[in-house]
């Protein structure tokens, strides 16, 4: 390579509850430079969640985001003329970004009013093993699954 690798930025954790990926998960939720707000609405969610499960709110959260968490996704190769989806493994780093963006992207398409309660419905959901963000992840491993046999593609 003719740069060097960019140095790795490092997040500091998040103000309630001293955890590094709570601020990254709100710097996904995050729109138009409004921190202050993501942590608002995140930080409602998981309070609502707490409210309807009577458990820890963060407990849930985590639990649903271990559940999102894919293991294999499919990439296209383009082996003599033909496009072939190749199954690979996901580097840990990966998965735990497209475990977030899932679970914001279909917060956002729910049907509820506010964003804490799309959100708090779909961490709900995700913790329990089903909605749109797992039927997501579910996918994407039959995907693989079916593409199995040009695994040898890799490289």
Do not use: C
Not at 54 to 63: A, F, I
Not at 66 to 84: D, Y
Not at 90 to 110: G, H
């Amino acid at each position: 390579m003719r740069k060097s690798k960019p140095k790795k930025r490092y997040l500091l954790p998040d103000p309630k509850f001293q955890d590094t990926l709570v601020t990254k998960f709100v710097n996904y939720l995050m729109e138009q430079g409004k921190k202050s707000v993501a942590y608002t609405i995140f930080y409602d969610a998981v309070e609502q969640v707490e409210k309807k499960t009577n458990e820890s709110g963060l407990e849930v959260w985590k639990r649903a985001m271990s559940n999102l968490t894919p293991a294999v996704e499919v990439k296209s190769r383009r082996v003599g003329g033909a496009t072939f989806q190749v199954p690979v493994e996901i580097r840990p780093e990966r998965k735990i970004n497209l475990s977030i963006k899932w679970l914001i992207d279909y917060a956002r398409l729910r049907g509820e009013k506010t964003m804490m309660d799309k959100l708090a419905a779909e961490i709900i959901a995700a913790s329990k093993g089903e909605g749109a963000a797992i039927k997501k992840k579910d996918d994407t491993h039959r995907m693989a699954e079916a593409n199995k046999a040009f695994s040898h593609f890799r490289f």
